[in-house]
């Protein structure tokens, strides 16, 4: 699985049930990494590729039990914690800014995986975005 998750300065993730913050480029770059793959999702998820006209989703509530070797998974409420296993990749989107949150990613997953790219670039709506991509 190639997990794919968008995260403060202090690797908050959502705060009271709502994504903290979205941004077009981030949405553009995911599109691109994920080619013609079908990027695996929620249906609160969902709402937001579908707005900026994403046509490879899969939206399924247990998606994350579903996802196989080389799946693209887009979370962002769900723990990832039980499928640590399944984690061939890790791509971070760092707001570089600190939001409220009361869901946070777990830097326990970081364990058996390494840096093996960062990439800055200008977002949308936020000035700068790093793109962190991890592997086992």
Known sequence: MIAILCID???????????????????????????????????????????????????????????APGDFCFIEGDSLIPFQDKLEQLILYCWNRVYPADVFFDPSLLHGLTLKETTEFSGSSHKIITRKVYKR
């Open 9 to 67: 300065s202090q690797n908050g993730l959502m705060f009271n049930h709502r994504r903290q913050s979205r941004d077009r480029r981030v949405l553009e770059d995911v599109q691109q990494l994920c080619a013609e793959k079908p990027l695996m999702m929620n249906a609160y998820s969902s709402r937001l590729f579908l707005q900026q006209g994403f046509q490879h989703l899969t939206v399924l509530p247990d998606f994350l039990e579903r996802a």
